[in-house]
């Protein structure tokens, strides 16, 4: 018997054992998945302590609405969509901004720096930090969905439900704000 799977390689058996609420098939869905969802999480949040709480949001979420997946998209897309609205939930909850994560950052250090450049790279990795926290939150999780969870275009308008355009012209808008804004530190 051939057992139907998604990209990931989770079993459908699982989904549909969770959505007769049995306990175990949500186990082995929570095991799966709760590294990924955390990570996104902490990119976004870029605390642990919140990223902890966005994922707790998440999986209960994913508890309540798993009835609701009919497997019109992925279920990777669907879950990305439940940790998309639990971070945005978080922001709005928080009323303020929240750094990325160090990891990110880490992209715009040269890999084998000096000490002194080091030094340097730091005061220019808070700046750059201190930037990308200004963005707007649609445009925030477009870099992280983009970025760090290398998604497709197609795979990122899945997510937030819009089309590959929008995401395409939020990315661009994105680019040109981070572009002005760090424009002054390419300079240094």
């Known amino acids: ?7 990931v390689g989770l079993n459908h ?5 969770c959505q007769r609420g049995d306990q175990e098939s ?7 998945h709760k590294d990924k969802v955390y990570s996104i999480a902490l990119r976004y949040a870029g605390d642990r302590a919140a990223a902890m709480d966005i994922a707790q ?8 609405r798993i009835g609701q997946f009919r497997g019109e998209s992925s279920f990777d897309s669907w879950l ?13 909850r928080q009323k303020r901004w929240m750094p990325m994560v160090e990891e990110f950052f880490d992209s715009f250090r040269a890999p084998q720096a000096s000490a002194l450049q080091n030094l340097l790279g730091d005061e220019r990795q808070q700046q750059v930090q201190d930037v990308v926290a200004r963005l ?6 477009i870099v992280v969905l983009r970025y760090t969870e290398g998604l497709s275009y197609e795979e990122i308008a899945d997510v937030l439900q819009c089309s590959r ?6 990315l661009n808008r994105a680019h040109k704000v981070l572009e002005r804004r760090l424009s002054g530190l390419a300079q240094r």
């Open 57 to 64: 949001d998440t999986f209960l979420k994913l508890m309540d």
């Open 13 to 17: 058996d699982v989904i549909q054992g």
């Open 26 to 32: 949500f186990r082995e869905l929570f095991e799966s």
């Open 136 to 141: 707007s939150p649609e445009h925030k999780m």
């Open 1 to 7: 018997m051939v057992v139907e799977t998604d990209h």
């Open 80 to 92: 990305y969509r439940l940790v998309v609205n639990s971070c945005l939930d978080y922001r709005r």
């Open 165 to 170: 355009g929008t995401v395409a012209s939020r």
